[in-house]
T-cell receptor, first 114, second 114 residues
C-alpha cells in the first residue's frame, strides 16, 4: 500500500521557536519522489521541495530544512526561528515511480503565535 | 503571467444538476490533475492526465468525469452531483518530462451541493 502519514494534526509554537513537521511514508517501490507543499491561510498551494529516493542528502533553504531518512521512511521538515508568516497547513506527498499518481498526507496545521 | 485558472471559484448547486468546473493553464504543461480537499482527509487525487487524450483515475474518481481535448484545458465534470461531493477542488499542472517536477496549483473551487 502507498500511504503518507502526517500524525501531527495541529502544532502551535511561539514565534522564534524551532518546529519540526513529521512525514512518514509507505511504498514498496524502490524509486519514488517526495514533496512538501504549503497552504497559507489564503488557500493556494505552494511547492516547497522535492526529493527522489536516491538522494538522501538533507537540504537547507534559509530557515527551512528537510531530513530524508530511508531507514525510517521519513521526510521531516524543520522550520528554524519560526515566524508568523509560517502559519499554514503543510502537506507531504509521495509519488511512486512508474505512476503519475500523487498521494498526499492529511496535512499539519502550523500556528505561529506572536 | 504563468498560472492555472479555475472557474467558477465558488458554486452552490443542487443534487443531480450537472456541472463543469473548468481548469486552464498557460505554461504548456503536459500533466494536469484534479484534487479534492476535505477536512481531516487532506488532498486526494481524483483524475490526472499525462497529455491530450490521456487520462487516468486517481484515488477517488467515483462520480467524476474528465476530458483532455486540448493541452491547456482539463475540465472536471460532475454528471449528477451529490452532497458528498461538497468540497474544495484544486486543479494542478506540471511538466511531464519527469515525475520529479513540481505541480502548480489553481486557486481552488469551493463547491457546495445541497
Amino acid at each position: 500500500a502507498q500511504k503518507v502519514t502526517q500524525a501531527q494534526t495541529e502544532i502551535s509554537v511561539v514565534e522564534k521557536e524551532d518546529v519540526t513537521l513529521d512525514c512518514v511514508y509507505e511504498t514498496r517501490d524502490t524509486t519514488y519522489y517526495l514533496f512538501w507543499y504549503k497552504q497559507p491561510p489564503s488557500g493556494e498551494l505552494v511547492f516547497l521541495i522535492r526529493r527522489n529516493s536516491f538522494d538522501e542528502q538533507n537540504e537547507i533553504s534559509g530557515r527551512y530544512s528537510w531530513n530524508f531518512q530511508k531507514s525510517t521512511s521519513s521526510f521531516n521538515f524543520t522550520i528554524t526561528a519560526s515566524q508568523v508568516v509560517d502559519s499554514a497547513v503543510y502537506f507531504c506527498a509521495l509519488m511512486p515511480s512508474g505512476t503519475y499518481k500523487y498521494i498526499f498526507g492529511t496535512g499539519t496545521r502550523l500556528k505561529v503565535l506572536a | 503571467e504563468a498560472q492555472v485558472t479555475q472557474n467558477p471559484r465558488y458554486l452552490i448547486t443542487v443534487t443531480g444538476k450537472k456541472l463543469t468546473v473548468t481548469c486552464s493553464q498557460n505554461m504548456n504543461h503536459e500533466y494536469m490533475s484534479w484534487y479534492r480537499q476535505d477536512p481531516g482527509l487532506g488532498l486526494r487525487q481524483i483524475y490526472y492526465s499525462m497529455n491530450v487524450e490521456v487520462t487516468d483515475k486517481g484515488d477517488v474518481p467515483e462520480g467524476y468525469k474528465v476530458s483532455r481535448k486540448e493541452k491547456r484545458n482539463f475540465p472536471l465534470i460532475l454528471e449528477s452531483p451529490s452532497p458528498n461531493q461538497t468540497s474544495l477542488y484544486f486543479c494542478a499542472s506540471s511538466l511531464r518530462s519527469s515525475p520529479y517536477n513540481e505541480q502548480f496549483f489553481g486557486p481552488g473551487t469551493r463547491l457546495t451541493v445541497l
